[in-house]
Nanobody, 123 residues
Framework: QVHLVESGGGVVQAGGSLRLSCEAS????????MGWFRQAPGEEREFVASISPSADTTYYADSQKGRFTISRDNAKNTVYLQMNSLKPEDTAVYYC????????????????WGQGTQVTVSS
């Protein structure tokens, strides 16, 4: 059974940075792509970024391009999301995910979600 634990969220001022981590168990992530999603209050969960198994391909939602960086350490079974130049509209609960289907820029999430980590950006 896949178990994902996100951490690293917090409260930060606009323009600040945070680094989120997602530690996986029950799966060897080197064999799969991984993704980050977020959900703001009253909104649908939305895609943030994805990374291929070998990290040679990354993909971002338009609003995150140039500000967020997804990376992975397969030896630690962990995926990261470095978030810079944060904006109040980035406030959300951030989740990592193991995809049900993945083909580069196409990502279909599975039902394997962690508990999420809250990111709050104050103006």
């Amino acid at each position: 059974q896949v178990h994902l634990v996100e951490s690293g969220g917090g409260v930060v001022q606009a323009g600040g940075s945070l680094r989120l981590s997602c530690e996986a168990s029950g799966i060897t992530i080197s064999s799969t792509a991984m993704g980050w999603f977020r959900q703001a209050p009253g909104e649908e969960r939305e895609f943030v970024a994805s990374i291929s198994p070998s990290a040679d391909t990354t993909y971002y939602a338009d609003s995150q391009k140039g500000r967020f960086t997804i990376s992975r350490d397969n030896a630690k079974n962990t995926v990261y999301l470095q978030m810079n130049s944060l904006k109040p509209e980035d406030t959300a609960v951030y989740y990592c995910n193991v995809p049900r289907a993945y083909y580069g820029t196409y990502y279909r999430p599975s039902h394997d979600w962690g508990q999420g980590t809250q990111v709050t950006v104050s103006s």
